[in-house]
């Protein structure tokens, strides 16, 4: 089946080639022979019950930085009837823009595959949606009051604070069982952004490792383990963390089988979980997960084409 598929993303000048699982899911469409557009979802433009956008055609994909892309001259396309499939995968912030281009591409639903489904991206947001399985979380809490976060870590000792719709490992702060500036932190997170924050246990498993596990249509695919760099506790690959090959655990296994159901019924077709040290379920990434490049390369896999797969099975479905 050949696809004609729409990426809503960031520019392509600024982007890793080398780890990016965009880039890398349309290398993959490309060597398909898949139809490929770009567009930025400030280009969305509903009226009279169509919703299009300026997009351009996009050639030659190629891990040459500097060379890695050709756009051709932009078109104006109507994105419920000119392609098969909108992949949402520009990064958050999770701000009302975005939240207006999941408003709008609901819109086609009908007639258009969006993945991840727009709805469920809306109501699933990484660090609210993993509230849905607090069984499997480190101890939690989603607060703006600092009296609440106080007496939290006074029973928890050292704390994770963070943003709640960051991405990437942004403004992840650990405060020690001293509680040392954890005022002036809740003050500064109070100031910066509107939503409550969230306030985790800090996991000293950590230091093993914060694996990216990947599921497509509920399945796993793959995973990687994500190590701490030097003077770090954060292991993102964004912040300076390294990769490593991995296999799961038998709670990892569990927390997949827990979650898989959940994920298909929503449409969330390719998502990524965070699991600290082998038990800890921290996040469910649903809005532009990462991470296949390097599950990839570690194990030999081909975990782009089984995201496509999954997309055309969708499609051919509809």
Not at 65 to 90: A, S
Not at 176 to 185: I, M, R, S, V, Y
Not at 205 to 226: C, Q
Request: charged share 25%; proline share 6%.
């Amino acid at each position: 089946m050949t696809l004609r598929a729409a990426v809503q993303m960031d520019p392509m000048d600024g982007i890793n080639i080398g780890g990016d699982s965009s880039f890398h899911l349309m290398l993959k469409a490309q060597e398909r022979g898949y139809v490929l557009y770009h567009y930025d979802v400030r280009g969305l433009t509903w009226e009279g019950g169509r919703l299009t956008t300026r997009a351009h055609p996009v050639y030659d994909v190629k891990r040459e930085m500097g060379d890695h892309y050709r756009f051709g001259d932009p078109v104006t396309i109507d994105l419920g009837r000119d392609v098969d499939v909108v992949l949402m995968r520009q990064d958050p912030p999770f701000d009302l823009g975005y939240l207006t281009g999941t408003w709008l591409l609901e819109r086609i639903a009908d007639e258009t595959l969006v993945v991840n489904d727009p709805v469920s991206v809306r109501n699933a947001p990484e660090k609210v949606f993993v509230l849905d399985f607090p069984e499997f979380m480190p101890p939690t809490m989603v607060t703006r009051d600092l009296d609440a976060v106080k007496d939290f870590q006074a029973r928890y000792g050292a704390i994770v604070v963070k943003p709640l719709h960051g991405n990437g490992g942004k403004a992840v702060f650990r405060i020690d069982a001293d509680g040392a500036n954890l005022g002036a932190l809740v003050e500064l997170f109070g100031q910066v952004w509107p939503e409550p924050f969230m306030v985790q246990q800090f996991l000293p498993s950590v230091s093993k490792g914060d694996k990216r596990i990947v599921l497509i249509d509920g399945e796993v695919a793959g995973a990687i383990n994500r190590k701490p760099g030097e003077g770090e506790f954060r292991s993102n690959l964004a912040v300076g963390g390294y990769a490593e090959a991995a296999d799961l655990t038998p709670r990892e296994q569990e927390i997949c089988a827990a979650l898989g159901p959940a994920l298909k019924a929503r449409g969330l077709i390719f998502v990524g979980i965070d699991v600290i040290g082998g038990e800890w379920l921290t996040e469910i990434n649903v809005t532009s997960p990462t991470g296949i490049v390097a599950i990839d390369r570690f194990n030999n896999s081909d975990t782009a084409g089984m995201i496509w797969d999954a997309i055309a099975g969708r499609v051919a479905q509809a």
